[in-house]
C-alpha cells in the first residue's frame, strides 16, 4: 500500500523513492511484522487462554513428557503470525502485483482450514478435528484454484513446466499435467509443515529459513539482469515475493518469541498449515519447486518417516521408529526436546544452504 500510495510522490518528495527498492520494502515488511507480533502477542494469547480454557488437547499415545509439560497451553497461535504476515505484506508490497494475491489466498485459505480444524479439536476436548478427507479436499480446492491463475499469468515457455535444478535450459513440459504438479506441491508443502509442527519451535526456524531463501529467490527470478546472470528462468513481477517472505520472517520472529520454550502458545495448525500453503505458493510462481523440497528437506524428511512408518506397520505389522514423525522418535530415545529441536534447525539450515548452491551449480 505504502508503495502505491507513496511511489508516484517521488518526483516531489525524494525520499518516497526508496518505496522503489524492493530491498528497503522487504526490510520494512520484516519488522513492521515483528514489531505487530511483539505488540500484539500478549493480548492474542490471554484472549486464545480465556476462550480455550485448557487449552489444546495433548495426544495420550505421544510422548510422555508432553502430558505434564504441555498441558493447558493454548493454541490457534497461527492467527498472530497470519495477523502480522497479512497486514505487514499489504503495507510494504506493490498492491497491484497479482503474485501477491495469489500466494496470500493461499496462505490465508489454509489458515482458515487449519483454524477450523483447530476449533474442533479445541470444542470437542480431542485431537480429531477436522475429517481428514474434507481437510484434504479444502486445500486440493485452494491449490487448483492457484494453480490455474499462475499458469495464465506465467509466460511461456515457464507457464507449464517444471524446471530442473543444476542445469541450464531444462524444462520439462508437462502441459496440463503441471496443474497436478503444482497442485501437489502446495498441499504437500503444507501438510509436511503441519507434520514438523510437534515441538515447541521446530517447525517456527525452518519455516523462516526457508522464507529467508525464497525471498533470495524472487528477488533473483524476478529481477531479468541477475536472472540472465545466475541462468535461471526469468518471472516478471516475482521478485515482490519477497516482501511477503520478508514479512512471514518477521511474523515468524514475532511468534517464536512466545513459541520458545516452554511455550505460551501452539500455532496449531492455523499457523502450520498456512505457512507451508505459502511456501508451496512461492516454488510455484518462482519456478522452483525441486529446490523447495531441498530447501524444505526437513519437512520432507518428517513426512517420509510417517509413511514409512504407517506403510510398514500395515505391510509386516512392525514400526520402523519407536514414534512418527521423526522427532517423537528421538523424543522415545531420551533426548531432550531443546536437543532434538536446536539439531533438526541446524539440519535445516544446512540443507538451505544446499538449496541456494543450485541458484550457481549449472
Known amino acids: 500500500m505504502l508503495y502505491n500510495l507513496l511511489f508516484p510522490l517521488a518526483d516531489q518528495v525524494g525520499v518516497f523513492n526508496l518505496f522503489k527498492y524492493l530491498t528497503f520494502r522487504t526490510g520494512g515488511a520484516v519488522l513492521t511484522s515483528l514489531v505487530i507480533s511483539f505488540l500484539a502477542g500478549p493480548s492474542v494469547i490471554r484472549w486464545l487462554r480465556r476462550r480455550q480454557g485448557h487449552g489444546q488437547p495433548i495426544r495420550t499415545d505421544g510422548p510422555e513428557s508432553h502430558l505434564l509439560t504441555k498441558k493447558g497451553t493454548p493454541t490457534m497461535g497461527g492467527f498472530l503470525i497470519l495477523m502480522a504476515l497479512t497486514l505487514s505484506t499489504m503495507l510494504w508490497a506493490d498492491l497491484a502485483n497479482p503474485y501477491v494475491w495469489i500466494v496470500l489466498m493461499v496462505t490465508l485459505g489454509y489458515g482458515l482450514i487449519g483454524f477450523t480444524d483447530d476449533y474442533l479439536k479445541v470444542s470437542k476436548r480431542n485431537h480429531k478435528g477436522l475429517p481428514g478427507k474434507l481437510k484434504l479436499a479444502s486445500q486440493v480446492v485452494i491449490a ?16 507449464h513446466a517444471l524446471a530442473v535444478p543444476f542445469f541450464k535450459n531444462v524444462l520439462l513440459q508437462l502441459g496440463w499435467g503441471y496443474l ?66 520478508g514479512a512471514l520472517v518477521g511474523a515468524g520472529l514475532g511468534f517464536l518469541w512466545f513459541n520458545a520454550p516452554p511455550a505460551m502458545v501452539f500455532m496449531g495448525d ?22 523447495l523440497a531441498i530447501v524444505g528437506g526437513l519437512f520432507v524428511l518428517e513426512t517420509v518417516s510417517v509413511i514409512v512408518q ?22 522415545k530415545k531420551g533426548w531432550a526436546e531443546p536437543t532434538v529441536v536446536i539439531r533438526f534447525w541446524i539440519i535445516a539450515g544446512i540443507l538451505a544452504l544446499a538449496g541456494l548452491s543450485t541458484l550457481k551449480l549449472r
Open 144 to 159: 487448483v484454484v492457484a494453480s490455474t491463475m499462475v499458469m495464465h499469468l506465467v509466460p511461456d515457455p515457464l507457464s
Open 180 to 245: 497436478a504438479m503444482a497442485t501437489f506441491v502446495m498441499v504437500g508443502a503444507s501438510n509436511a509443515v503441519n507434520l514438523t509442527d510437534g515441538l515447541d519451535g521446530l517447525a517456527t526456524v525452518p519455516v523462516m529459513i526457508a522464507a529467508g531463501v525464497f525471498a533470495l529467490i524472487s528477488y533473483l527470478v524476478g529481477h531479468a539482469v541477475f536472472a540472465n546472470y545466475l541462468q535461471i528462468h526469468h518471472v516478471p513481477g516475482s521478485g515482490e515475493l519477497a516482501v511477503f517472505c
Open 310 to 331: 504407517v506403510a510398514s506397520f500395515k505391510l509386516t505389522g512392525k514400526r520402523v521408529f519407536r514414534m512418527a514423525p521423526l522427532h517423537h522418535h528421538f523424543e
Open 270 to 291: 492455523t499457523g502450520s498449515l498456512a505457512m507451508g500453503g505459502a511456501l508451496g505458493a512461492m516454488s510455484v510462481v518462482t519456478k522452483h519447486e525441486i529446490v
